[in-house]
């Protein structure tokens, strides 16, 4: 079973860092696009970030030059690395992945359960 783990949430100051990790675990046959998304009360969720298994970027615009996504193919992990964190930034973060877990399947969606990340003023 293709389980995705979040880990290094937290409690920061304004203009702080964070790094965030997400894992992948358990039986696949090919990692495709990894994404970081987040969700404030009230608000939708997001997509924040994404990476492809190339390591192509894309950056939603309130978090570019800021935030950094990558990954590392060998560990199965993604990241996300949160500069010059701001209030506005405080949500649950999500990590996402497409991910086929056989030669006979196609795409699928995985997700994590989140890690909070709070940015006070």
């Known amino acids: 079973q293709v389980q995705l783990v979040e880990s290094g949430g937290g409690l920061v100051q304004a203009g702080g860092s964070l790094r965030l990790s997400c894992v992948v675990s358990?039986?696949?046959?090919?990692?495709?696009?990894m994404r970081w998304h987040r969700q404030a009360p009230g608000n939708q969720r997001e997509l924040v970030a994404d990476?492809?298994?190339?390591?192509?970027?894309n950056y939603v615009d309130s978090v570019k030059g800021r935030f950094t996504i990558s990954r590392d193919n060998a560990k199965n992990t993604v990241y996300l690395q949160m500069n010059s964190l701001k209030p506005e930034d405080t949500a649950v973060y999500y990590c996402?992945?497409?991910?086929?877990?056989?030669?006979?399947?196609?795409?699928?969606?995985?997700w994590g359960q989140g890690t909070q990340v709070t940015v006070s003023s």
């Open positions: 996402n992945a497409l991910i086929r877990r056989s030669s006979l399947l196609g795409w699928s969606d995985f």
């Open positions: 358990g039986n696949f046959f090919r990692l495709g696009a």
């Open positions: 990476i492809t298994g190339g390591g192509s970027t």
